[in-house]
């Protein structure tokens, strides 16, 4: 997917005009109280620019998913409220999307002015990519933004859609991630070593066989570890493994050795008898994992190995945990990858919503070049996949 030649908002006049932008505003929410608002101070860029050229910017996303239904849970509302505080301006929220309330803030709303739509998964015409909807939201404005890389990968009528109506560019977030993402993939600083864990293997399926085109080493850690050393003959007691995966296992490991690429597993692991924070643990090798243990670490012996891997890399990619890191005695692993990818120097890029949780967690994220803030749409441009919502962006 040929990326790089999308038009962004510095390549259209925003002067009396008014701009539609697709935000990814799915932030945390405890008992109406937004708990991280990063999503919101991400957009925040894109959002300063267009007010500052001329402008009037109605912004819209999705929180959540009710699913079609008008849940009181899901409203924007403590998101305008937090916009205000951020921007320092008023934020004028509509009770609708695609309504009269929505046509009547669109229609009076003055440059340099900014409103909020309502969620956008209150409508299940949004889901559905409905034309119509995507058309009656499209009339509320003369240009349209993406700005919500984390949605990016959905065919949705915010996303994809209304660039049928209308003339279609990208803001500063999703340009910076199809620009670094896109760098990291085509033309990498080498060596390129990639990362990947978390759960299984059959989600990583894709972004493995892409990446063996295009890595020099490739390192497996977290639960998809379990399939490829059961795959290996080694034994995985209670570990999560994906038996209807062993013989795809086996010949990504073939294909990594024909291509020189250099495939790393764990050769150690810390296993407990229970899924328990607290529970007793003791270190095995990795391909002999007793009956009844479950591996929940990379072990020592697997961190040097994979740190020592990670040494003089010119481009890391990073998706998916190396053990339980939301336990702290089994973090130990991830946080040391962690250390390892910050020490390197090496463009660094976290994707997926673990990693960046992990990294974050462990202090790390300001070491890391970049955080991708889409972790969906992020694994699937790593598998070499056309995201609907950049690919319906005009060309330069």
């Avoid at 925003?14 to 990814?24: I, M, S, Y």
């Avoid at 009076?108 to 998964?121: F, H, M, Q, Y």
């Avoid at 109506?165 to 977030?173: D, H, Q, R, S, T």
Wanted: hydrophobic residues 45%.
């Amino acid at each position: 997917m040929n990326v790089a030649n999308k038009k962004t908002v510095k390549d259209i006049c925003f002067e009396g005009k008014k701009a539609l932008v697709r935000c990814d505003f799915n932030v945390p929410l405890k008992d109406g109280v937004i708990t991280n608002d990063k999503r919101i101070v991400a957009a925040l860029p894109t959002i300063r620019y267009l007010m500052e050229h001329g402008a009037a910017v109605i912004l819209c996303s999705h929180l959540g998913r009710p699913k079609g239904e008008w849940l009181p849970e899901y409203s924007l509302a403590p998101v305008a409220k937090r916009l205000s505080e951020l921007l320092g301006v008023p934020v004028r929220m509509s009770k609708d999307v695609i309504g009269e309330d929505a046509h009547a803030i669109s229609a009076s709303i003055k440059p340099g002015e900014i409103a909020l739509l309502e969620n956008l998964r209150y409508y299940k015409a949004e889901t559905d990519n409905d034309p119509a909807f995507a058309k009656e939201l499209a009339s509320l404005a003369d240009i349209y933004v993406n700005d919500a890389f984390g949605t990016a990968h959905r065919a949705h009528a915010s996303t994809a859609g209304v660039a049928d109506y209308l003339p279609a560019v990208c803001g500063f977030l999703i340009q910076k991630e199809i620009e670094v993402l896109g760098k990291a993939l085509n033309n990498p600083v080498r060596p390129f070593v990639a990362v990947l864990g978390g759960a299984k293997v059959s989600d990583k399926i894709g972004v493995i066989t892409n990446l063996l085109d295009k890595v020099d080493t490739l390192i497996v850690g977290g639960a998809m570890s379990y399939t490829f050393q059961k795959a290996r003959g080694g034994t995985v007691g209670t570990s999560p493994c994906e038996d209807d995966k062993l013989d795809l296992a086996r010949e990504l490991l073939a294909k990594a050795e024909k291509k020189g690429v250099r495939f790393l597993l764990p050769v150690d692991n810390v296993v407990t008898e229970t899924y328990d924070e607290n529970a007793a643990y003791q270190v095995v090798p990795s391909m002999a994992i007793p009956d009844g243990w479950m591996g929940m670490d990379i072990g020592p012996k697997t961190i040097k190995l994979f740190s020592d891997a990670l040494k003089g890399a010119g481009t890391v990619v990073w998706n998916g945990p190396m053990g339980v890191f939301e336990f702290d005695a089994f973090a130990k692993g991830t946080y040391a990858i962690a250390q390892a990818v910050a020490d390197t120097g090496a463009v660094s890029i976290i994707g997926g919503g673990d990693s960046v949780a992990a990294v974050t967690k462990l202090g790390f994220a300001d070491k890391m070049t970049h955080i991708s803030t889409g972790g969906g749409a992020s694994l699937e441009f790593l598998e070499g996949k056309e995201l609907p919502g950049i690919a319906a962006l005009n060309e330069k």
